[in-house]
């Protein structure tokens, strides 16, 4: 009879959760948690990507880190829902190295969801390059330096592991979640008087008029504990890309190693740290203006500009863990949904073609003069004959598509929401305006990481707005924001605004 009993009343939990599902009601489940972190700094020299100049790294300065918290939710009512989320200390995420993560993962764990698997970048300009295709490329040596190819199979097996670690260690943890808030982002496109814009250009000219876009000073925080109480990882999410020494010759993972070693030097020294970077395309951690107010504050507390930033933000995060701290949840609703959408490509105007086939002829012929001028010309060269190619394609066709793949979570009370590009601060904005969620975590970067400005970058030019910067434009970014916010909130209950 018990056994009937219990059989039954299994039976009717099961229903009930189907039913509560077709009503939009999601209910709480018991959350798994399993975190690592793995080495993937590569073996010297290597090549340098994000700049347009060929850089050999002789010299680390920091350790580069991929790092992992996978969750599951679990009940005996559903089979529940997965995330597994991976931070790495590199420029950007090309789709072979996330195709090849999830297939390394699912040869050692068959029956895992690896579409639920996202990678996000950091975006550290002094990383290895990872794909050398012609779209940009250096004129990376032969001999003698660490090439692309061997640097992505140790990153793609590397990461691999740390998943596989991550998931088969889940165990049952707590979760909360805090806002703060710290001025480490700020706009890096200049407006002038004529309407035009530059990125990083000169405020102190007469004809300055204001900057372009918004400032973004929220420092949003997950924290993970196990049943003990234990914190063991934490990600910080900062809508700001990790440039600060982005125009060094040596392997550095930027701001974003000093935060996590002051985190771990508070809360231990096996605490996991995802750094996520919010939307933050027209961003960055160097003002460009009142820089002497803030370099004399710096030196006065005997710090580096990289230190500065890190204390700020770990200032920010401390406060939202003695917050938040209290507010733990050990049953929580985890959904997670992922779909590819199609997003139009930018159309190339015949000026903007006209612009990018003379720079290509000037880059291609120093090159042909003098092939020593690779190292400055090959990622140029390039880079404008990618629009020139782009142009002579859509004269067929004006219609042409992208597909991107875009993650929607819930968490809780909070949404995570990922996508591809360097997404303009503004598109973020949208996003969370419109979010149900009572906090929204909006995570830039889990693609290769093209621009994607506004409307209102394009009309101004400048590098990260005109066509070379952009594959996908205005109208696209529009449609990202739409499907994000759809996806998003239907997650959510009216009642849990």
Same mark, same amino acid.
């Given at each position: ?170 165990? +049952?943890?707590? &979760?909360?979640? /805090?806002?703060?808030? !710290?001025?480490?982002?700020? $706009?890096? =496109?200049?407006? #002038? ?75 231990? +020294?096996?605490? &996991?740290?995802? /750094?996520?970077?919010? !939307?933050?395309?027209?961003? $960055?951690? =160097?003002?460009? #203006? ?208």
């Amino acid at each position: 009879m018990k056994n009937n009993y219990q059989i039954l009343r299994k039976a009717i939990l099961i229903l009930s959760f189907g039913l509560l599902c077709n009503q939009g009601i999601l209910l709480a489940d018991e959350l798994l948690v399993g975190v690592s972190s793995i080495d993937i700094t590569p073996q010297l020299p290597v090549a340098l990507d994000g700049q347009f100049h060929l850089r050999i790294a002789k010299t680390i300065e920091t350790p580069l880190t991929a790092n992992v918290i996978a969750l599951e939710s679990k009940s005996d009512s559903s089979a529940g829902d997965i995330a597994i989320m991976v931070s790495a200390d590199v420029v950007g995420i090309p789709v072979d190295a996330l195709m090849k993560i999830r297939e390394l993962v699912k040869s050692s764990i068959s029956d895992l969801d690896v579409n639920k698997i996202f990678i996000n970048a950091v975006h550290t300009h002094t990383a290895p390059v990872l794909v050398n295709k012609n779209t940009w490329g250096y004129a990376i040596p032969k001999e003698g330096v660490t090439q692309p190819e061997e640097y992505m199979e140790m990153f793609t097996n590397r990461i691999a592991e740390a998943i596989i670690k991550a998931w088969n260690d889940r165990k +049952p943890g707590i &979760v909360s979640w /805090g806002l703060s808030h !710290a001025a480490i982002a700020y $706009s890096r =496109r200049t407006v #002038y008087a004529d309407g035009t814009a530059a990125m990083y250009g000169k405020t102190d000219r007469p004809d300055f008029r204001n900057m372009e876009g918004i400032e973004n000073h929220d420092v949003n925080t997950l924290f993970f504990w196990n049943k003990s109480g234990k914190l063991v990882a934490t990600a910080v999410d900062i809508p700001c890309t990790a440039q600060e020494v982005e125009g060094r010759s040596a392997v550095n993972a930027d701001y974003i190693h000093p935060v996590r070693e002051r985190l771990k030097k508070r809360f231990g +020294p096996d605490l &996991v740290v995802l /750094g996520w970077i919010g !939307a933050s395309g027209d961003q $960055s951690p =160097r003002p460009l #203006y009142r820089q002497a107010a803030e370099e004399r504050m710096i030196k006065l507390r005997n710090l580096e500009r990289i230190d500065e930033i890190a204390r700020r933000i770990c200032i920010a995060v401390e406060e939202a863990y003695e917050t938040v701290e209290q507010d733990r949840h050990e049953d929580v609703i985890l959904v997670h949904r992922v779909e590819s959408i199609t997003l139009p490509l930018r159309i190339v105007t015949k000026q903007e073609c006209d612009i990018s086939r003379d720079e290509f002829e000037k880059a291609d012929a120093l090159i042909k003069a003098d092939p020593r001028a690779a190292d400055q010309q090959l990622a140029r060269r390039n880079w404008n004959l990618s629009v020139v190619e782009r142009y002579n394609s859509q004269k067929s066709n004006k219609n042409q598509t992208m597909q991107s793949e875009i993650h929607v979570l819930r968490l809780g009370d909070i949404a995570i929401c990922t996508n591809g590009f360097e997404l303009f601060t503004d598109y973020g904005l949208r996003i969370e305006a419109q979010s149900k969620a009572l906090q929204t975590f909006i995570i830039q970067l889990t693609g290769p990481g093209t621009y994607l400005p506004t409307a209102k970058a394009v009309a101004g030019g400048g590098y990260s707005a005109v066509a070379q910067s952009s594959i996908v434009g205005p109208d696209g970014g529009q449609i990202l924001v739409d499907e994000t916010v759809r996806l998003m909130n239907d997650m959510f209950v009216p009642a849990s605004r």
